[in-house]
């Protein structure tokens, strides 16, 4: 589904490259996680695939179904199917969330030559969504994420991904400043998104967020590489080990 | 009558040509004597001129040029703002009220009189307040384009109200000639305890003079918005001089998108204690267009708000000026003024200029100001986009957002309602 050969990027203004040749793909039905240091480049994969400003594309591929992602605008790539649970999730005053998301929605729906889903339609299909995630109507009412606590913030981008179903989604540190009550919550909301038909890519610091949400395959990614590959064993190994062990090993 | 010598030559001949266009001055009954004595001023003070300190952003020559520069008629395909609200509307069209095309102006605790109908009368209410809350305001800084509309006005509106109106009164300004060169002067008096809300929308002319006196008594209240259109090269200078008695309360909101030219002033005195004063304007602009907003309010009682909240969004090499003031004088103690102008630069060609001023004499106040001009938040378009929002409509839901807080301004919910959905509708269209 999402394939990435060879990609190398860096920073625009600065001669600083970041990825420097990542191979990776993630099939349909899959949660892939990607543990790694501080710095190795998990953020930057992120924001490339889903098309932020700031990088250049150096070398290689990103496909999503055959698709050249690296073409598309953001808002294109949405469309597609791809979609980012932000790490710092941004606040937006004045935009009301339950706007937002109908205006998402409808763009992508429209996009993909699909009908506008009516207001009121659209507004028994989110309180659905959002009960399942606790979000109550008075969150939906406020402007984006404004005033939103950490967990409120990171249960907000999973009602996203429940009410845009995308087919690939990309976690970034979802669970940084959650706490334990949060990250069974948030979690729980990915979990009820798994289905044969859509791929996840989770990237974490720690092994305690693939408790919740396991995953099938998970890579170590140091100085913009993956350096290993393999099974959840492997995150109870940087669980217990740290990662010092698997980059000497990697060298 | 002889020029004044202070004055330079240029300016002297810039009033001349304009004063000898417009003619004598309408023979007019009990408003004779508050003409000669604004012509007076405008002879004195001269009309503006780019030097001036007060138009040192705004080039005046549009508005003080002898003849209105033509401006082609902008064909308007928005169903008229307003339209869902339960009103009194009367129609100007180039400047002449459009009998026909209006209501009766009946209203319980209204009384409306029209400049042109009473004009030959000797006696009538307004006399106590037609150029005189225009005269007071013409201290500390001359508001020359206000003294010749109090001169050389030929139609408006002299609104009584005694009671709490039951419904907004309505002015609509059409034009129909590329030429039309208005000037109307209205007057409203509220008397203690009284309400009335004022809408006014459209272009009126391709070039307007417009002076609104308000004057608050004790107690009473005064609503107003105003809607300046999308019409690209109509010009104007508008002044609203408004006089606050005790526990009074004065709003005014206005939305402007486009027009080569507006000057809208604003000059408020809090007169009395415990009054509220708060002005608020949000504006569009595209490409050829200026827009400034002047505002002065004086603070001469005790415990007064006064609160003024601009916000502009500018794209196109378009212009936006704020130019605000507070003056609080020796025994306005407790007073509370707020004063924030912002604006959102939509491309690097577009530009705010921004002249916030306190002056404050009594020592128990609290007076804020802000100013700021930014660009798009990066990171808020992204996070749209992010989400399958196009650009455009990114922009523009975080532009709404940022209009947002002048909106909010606006008490009545139907009358916000209608200036959000008229904001959402330009910016749409202009998209597609």
Known sequence: MLKIENLQVKLEDEDKQILKGLDLEVEAGKVHAIMGPNGSGKSTLSYVLSGKGGYEVTGGSATLDGEDLLELEAEERAAAGLFLAFQYPVEIPGVGNMTFLRTALNAQRKARGEEEMSATDFLKFVREKAKALQIDAEMLKRPVNVGFSGGEKKRNEILQMAVLQPRMCILDETDSGLDVDAMKLVSDGVNALRDAGRGFLVITHYQRLLDHIKPDVVHIMADGRIVKTGGPELALEVETNGYADILAEAK | ?432
């Not at chain 2, 603070?299 to 003056?327: M, Y």
């Not at chain 2, 930014?374 to 532009?399: K, M, N, Q």
């Not at chain 2, 008490?411 to 959402?424: G, K, Q, Y």
């Open chain 2, 1 to 432: 009558m002889a020029a004044p010598a202070q004055l330079t030559r240029q300016k002297q001949d810039v009033t001349a040509a304009r004063l000898d266009a417009l003619g004598p001055v309408p023979a007019s009954g009990w408003s004779s004597a508050a003409r000669s004595s604004a012509l007076d001023r405008v002879v004195q003070q001269g009309l503006p001129h780019a030097r001036d300190e007060y138009w040192k952003f705004t080039r005046p020559g549009g508005l003080t040029d002898a003849m209105a520069a033509p401006a082609a008629l902008f064909r308007v395909e928005d169903t008229p703002i307003f339209d869902r609200i339960d009103r009194v509307r009367l129609v100007f069209v180039d400047g002449v009220f459009d009998a026909a095309a209006s209501d009766d102006p009946e209203l319980a605790g209204v009384r409306i009189d029209r400049l042109s109908q009473v004009a030959g009368a000797d006696i009538h209410w307004a006399q106590g307040l037609y150029g005189v809350l225009e005269a007071r305001g013409q201290s500390p800084v001359a508001r020359p384009l206000a003294a010749l509309n109090t001169a050389h006005a030929t139609e408006g509106v002299l609104i009584h109200v005694t009671g709490k109106a039951q419904k907004p009164v309505s002015l609509v300004y059409e034009r129909s000639s590329e030429t039309a060169d208005a000037i109307l002067h209205h007057v409203i008096r509220i008397d203690a305890g009284a309400e009335l809300t004022l809408l006014e929308n459209g272009p009126a002319a391709a070039r307007l003079n417009k002076v609104m006196e308000v004057d608050i008594a004790d107690g009473a209240a005064f609503h107003h918005v105003r809607a300046q259109g999308r019409d690209h090269e109509r010009q104007a200078a508008t002044h609203i001089f408004a006089r606050l008695g005790r526990e009074s309360v004065f709003k005014s909101f206005t939305l402007t998108a486009n027009g080569r030219l507006t000057r809208n002033e604003c000059v408020i005195e809090l007169t009395g204690d415990d009054a509220v004063a708060h002005v608020a304007g949000a504006c569009v602009g595209d490409g050829d267009f200026l827009h400034d907003d002047t505002v002065f309010i004086t603070h001469d009682a005790v415990n007064c708000e006064s609160r003024q909240v601009f916000k502009k969004v500018l794209r196109n090499g378009a212009t936006g000026v704020f130019q605000g003031k507070i003056l609080v004088k020796k025994d306005a103690q407790k007073t509370d003024g707020y004063q924030i102008s912002q604006s959102l630069l939509l491309d690097g060609d577009s530009q705010f200029l921004a002249k916030p001023e306190l002056e404050i004499y009594a020592d128990d106040v609290a007076c804020s100001h802000g100013s700021t001009s930014g660009a798009i938040d990066e990171d808020a378009l992204f996070y749209l986009r992010s989400r399958g929002v196009p650009e455009g409509t990114a922009t523009d839901l975080l532009t709404l957002a940022f209009l947002a807080e002048a909106v909010q301004e606006i008490e009545d919910e139907a009358l916000a309602t209608e200036i959000v959905d008229r904001l959402e509708g330009w910016l749409e269209r202009r998209r597609t």
